[in-house]
């Protein structure tokens, strides 16, 4: 059975702070590797996706990856109150289906 | 680019009737697609994967013959929710992958609540 655990949170920072959400994976044939943000009573919506080792930047957003400790992070420079969601962890082998976290609820305090 | 759309965007309805949900890729070619299942405060729960063309798989636990997949183009699938109750309400996501971005991202459209009474 393969897996992606995600602590649930929720997470809470101060805005302006630095979030890191974190995400493990059981299989090491994965592949690629996305973060998705969800806010409540909506859909998710790709951030970020990474699919070598090391950091990826995109604006305020770092997803770092890490196949040999199985483990991929995201980090959240300057939070903002608007950044205040669920963020999802999800994980391809390169087949058909995409394998989903349970979410990181995140809360950035004004 | 990757836009995926439904329709409804909520639907309420009687108990024992049918319910169709659309799901549409609007620039770009779907050879796959995901109905998802989310209630309150819950995570995302896969439903069933429908390639284009062929029967849909169901994920364990989820009847085919109440949640039906039709996937006939590689633009649009629909679920159909037969005979709802109201323990079917929920929040309906579908999701489409293909011909658009680079390592199998999924695209998601914007849901669809349903409330049956």
């Known amino acids: 059975q393969k897996e992606v655990e995600q602590n649930s949170g929720p997470l809470s920072v101060p805005e302006g702070a630095i979030a890191s959400l974190n995400c493990t994976y059981s299989d090491r044939g994965s592949q690629s590797f996305f973060w998705y943000r969800q806010y409540s009573g909506k859909s998710p919506e790709l951030i970020m996706f990474i699919y070598s080792n090391g950091d990826k930047e995109d604006g305020r957003f770092t997803a770092q990856l890490n196949k040999a400790s199985q483990y991929v992070s995201l980090l959240i420079r300057d939070s903002q109150p608007s950044d205040s969601a669920t963020y999802l962890c999800a994980v391809n082998d390169g087949g058909f289906k995409t394998i989903f976290g349970a979410g990181t609820r995140l809360f950035v305090k004004a | 680019g990757a836009v995926v759309s439904q329709h409804p965007s909520w639907v309420i309805c009687k108990s024992g009737t049918s319910v169709k949900i659309e799901c549409r890729s609007l620039?770009?070619?779907?050879?796959?697609m995901f109905w998802y299942r989310q209630f309150p405060k819950q995570s995302l729960m896969l439903m069933a994967t429908?390639?284009?063309?062929?029967?849909?798989?169901?994920e364990q636990g989820v009847e085919k013959d109440k949640f039906l997949i039709n996937h006939a183009s590689l633009t649009l699938s629909t679920l159909t929710v037969t005979s709802a109750h109201p323990e079917d309400s929920s929040f309906y996501i579908c999701s489409a992958r293909g011909q658009a971005g680079n390592y199998n991202e999924q695209f998601f459209g914007p849901g669809t609540r349903l409330t049956v009474l």
């Open positions: 429908s390639n284009e063309g062929s029967k849909a798989t169901y």
């Open positions: 620039d770009f070619q779907a050879t796959t």
